[in-house]
């Protein structure tokens, strides 16, 4: 999908944190970027050294960085037949460490050699970028929208969660709960309902002191059995659970599953993801000209998708001429915008009309 001659970087937080997977990722021909997790010796503050950067986007950000190799030991993984079987190794990456100003070091891991430290920092910290815009694009895009009524038949090898795992484990945390009131009552820490095995030696003292009884008295077992049983429960759902495949194949969970048709969904996703980067260039271009613009440019920029106008031909120049905003100061910075997009000369495609966008009775020239 990403052609021949072009890579892609893996890029994850620290729940994907295994030197052996980063290993299987490298070697299949991809990069990974994602933070360091467990102990590790943290940089010296002396190490450190402030970076600008300015990324794509124009924005400009500063970093506090350090950066040396570090070495990852690589577990042997397990092998399946005779020619699969590997040994323990070594791994070893690029280790960029960003420290904030309260001093706090966060590691970053990367085996890209071809990005600045500062550009891996920037990359690492900007990945919420994917889940800004599938939750944006929930609320605004239609997202989750049914694009197409056509299905095909879902892949009925294709692991899946097993059901009944989830009920054998469920099982042994009501079995661990169990346990756990037996336990406390053989320290009498519950009510009275469920006296312990303290409370039922102590009554036994009392009946032994009583006359007639010859100095003796039974111990009501109840409270050890109750625990004894519970843990035999817990044991045997345990068991159970082990037992129990955490995945099985779709055609034995679910028999005959269908999805939705792929292509056209592909198709509809890649229009919304294009529209979203469209907003978004155009929401970062008009923040300098609206006092409100870093909290709601996007706001702004949705009515300006909505507004009427007007499309006129005057030689090789096409103009669109919106109509006024809802408010004086949002038809202001629209009409800074339509400056901006004009002085960019930019051609209508597929002819030779340059396009020259203004908004109705605002000037039309910076």
């Known amino acids: 999908m990403i052609g021949p001659h072009r890579r892609c970087t893996v890029v994850f937080d620290r729940g994907g944190y295994s030197p052996g997977v980063f290993t299987e990722i490298i070697t299949a021909g991809f990069d990974v970027l994602t933070y360091f997790k467990?102990?590790?010796a943290r940089t010296m503050p002396t190490q450190f050294a402030p970076v600008d950067f300015t990324a794509p986007d124009g924005t400009a950000h500063t970093y506090d960085l350090a950066e040396r190799p570090i070495d990852l030991?690589?577990?042997?993984?397990?092998?399946t037949t005779a020619s699969d079987a590997s040994k323990a190794s070594t791994l070893t990456l690029r280790l960029v460490v960003r420290?904030?100003?309260?001093?706090?070091?966060?590691?970053?891991?990367?085996?890209?050699?071809d990005l600045s430290a500062?550009?891996?920092?920037?990359r690492m910290g900007t990945r919420w970028r994917q889940e800004n815009y599938f939750k944006y694009a929930r609320?605004?895009?239609?997202a989750g929208a049914l694009d197409s009524y056509g299905d095909q038949p879902d892949d009925p090898d294709r692991l899946v969660p097993n059901p009944a795992k989830a009920r054998a484990l469920a099982q042994?945390?009501?079995?661990?709960?169990?346990?756990?009131?037996?336990?406390?009552?053989?320290?009498?820490t519950v009510d009275d309902a469920e006296a312990g095995i303290c409370d039922a030696?102590?009554?036994?003292?009392?009946?032994a002191r009583k006359p007639g009884s010859g100095g003796t008295a039974t111990v009501d077992p109840a409270a050890a059995t109750a625990l004894s049983a519970a843990e035999d429960d817990l044991d045997t759902a345990k068991a159970a659970s082990r037992a129990t495949p955490s995945h099985l194949p779709l055609g034995q969970v679910r028999p005959g599953s269908r999805l939705l048709e792929t292509e056209r969904k592909l198709l509809t996703h890649a229009i919304r993801m294009s529209a979203y980067n469209t907003e978004s260039a155009l929401?970062?271009?008009?923040r300098p000209h609206y006092s409100r613009g870093q909290d709601e440019a996007r706001a702004l920029m949705r009515e300006a998708f909505t507004l009427p106008g007007d499309l006129e031909i005057t030689g090789s120049t096409l103009h669109v001429r919106l109509d006024p905003a809802s408010a004086p100061r949002r038809s202001r910075a629209l009409a800074a915008l339509c400056v901006e997009l004009t002085d960019t000369q930019t051609r209508y495609p597929g002819t030779d009309l340059t396009l020259a966008y203004s908004i109705k009775g605002h000037p039309t020239t910076a």
Do not use: M
């Open 38 to 40: 467990g102990t590790w």
């Open 139 to 142: 609320e605004h895009f239609a």
């Open 283 to 286: 929401a970062r271009l008009i």
């Open 118 to 122: 500062p550009e891996i920092a920037y």
């Open 99 to 113: 420290r904030s100003p309260d001093g706090h070091q966060t590691p970053i891991l990367t085996n890209r050699t």
């Open 172 to 188: 042994v945390g009501a079995a661990r709960g169990t346990v756990d009131d037996a336990e406390a009552g053989i320290c009498g």
């Open 73 to 79: 030991p690589v577990p042997a993984r397990p092998a």
């Open 201 to 207: 030696i102590e009554d036994a003292g009392v009946r």
